[in-house]
């Protein structure tokens, strides 16, 4: 059975005072936190297992999800130094977790919000690829985007990395745990043609500001 992780353990230092006692995917959105809409939808898609990272106030999210038992699901917790390992270290940090039963597992951003369907991405076949990231149009925050479409790599057109994505273990196998980003991993693999993506259309924000927190929760009331 796939395997999931959430990302939970960024300080959250632009989402301040907010974030001053609180990690950042705990903050709410409709009364529920961010995070609990990732456990929620992994749960309808079929995903009850979930490795949690936790750094910064990583024991707020602990207290409020246990075991996960309450929410129909099996959480287990991988814990950072204070300022994290940043995304791809705090993946390898907890492979041997995430692969105790497959070799594929998915990620999301714990600061995200979305109604991308992962069930999609239980089904998908990565064949020669060894990850599978998914990719949205790009917001006002990241007019530049980040990558391309794997498909179209000398189309100058950059989309934005949406915090979702479908790994091997294979993809991560040559590092070591240690503060690492994701981002130039990716890169290198689209460059190398190791990563698939796709461009994903639905409602997807990113919730990197208290601006931007508070925009998607009128919209929520609407």
């Known amino acids: 059975m796939i395997k999931a992780m959430i990302l939970a353990a960024g300080r959250g230092k632009r989402m301040m005072p907010?974030?001053?006692?609180?990690?950042?995917?705990?903050?709410?959105?409709?009364?529920?936190?961010?995070i609990e809409y990732h456990i929620q939808r992994l749960k309808r898609a079929g995903i009850v297992d979930i490795v949690i990272n936790l750094a910064w106030q990583g024991?707020?999210?602990?207290?409020?999800?246990?075991?996960?038992?309450?929410?129909g699901v099996n959480i287990c917790y991988t814990n950072e130094p204070?300022?994290?390992?940043?995304?791809?270290?705090?993946?390898?940090?907890?492979?041997?977790?995430?692969?105790?039963?497959?070799?594929?597992?998915?990620?999301l951003n714990g600061d995200i919000f979305t109604d991308y369907d992962v069930n999609a991405l239980t089904q998908l076949v990565l064949n020669h690829a060894e990850a599978h990231i998914v990719l949205?149009?790009?917001?006002v925050h990241n007019p530049e985007g980040?990558?391309?479409?794997?498909?179209?790599?000398?189309?100058?057109?950059h989309y934005t990395f949406s915090g979702i994505g479908l790994y091997q273990k294979?993809?991560?196998?040559?590092?070591?745990?240690?503060?690492?980003?994701?981002?130039?991993?990716?890169?290198?693999?689209?460059?190398?043609?190791?990563?698939?993506?796709?461009?994903?259309?639905?409602q997807w924000s990113d919730i990197g500001t208290p601006e931007r927190l508070l925009e998607i929760n009128r919209k929520q009331e609407q």
């Open 136 to 139: 949205v149009e790009n917001p």
């Open 82 to 107: 204070e300022g994290g390992l940043e995304t791809a270290g705090g993946i390898i940090n907890a492979m041997n977790l995430l692969c105790e039963f497959e070799d594929k597992f998915i990620v």
């Open 59 to 71: 024991e707020k999210i602990t207290q409020y999800f246990s075991d996960g038992s309450q929410f």
């Open 170 to 202: 294979a993809f991560f196998s040559s590092h070591d745990v240690e503060f690492m980003p994701l981002g130039p991993m990716l890169r290198a693999g689209l460059d190398e043609g190791r990563v698939s993506t796709e461009l994903y259309l639905g």
């Open 18 to 34: 907010l974030t001053a006692n609180l990690p950042k995917p705990m903050l709410e959105v409709a009364g529920r936190p961010l």
């Open 146 to 157: 980040d990558f391309c479409l794997a498909h179209q790599v000398n189309n100058q057109q």
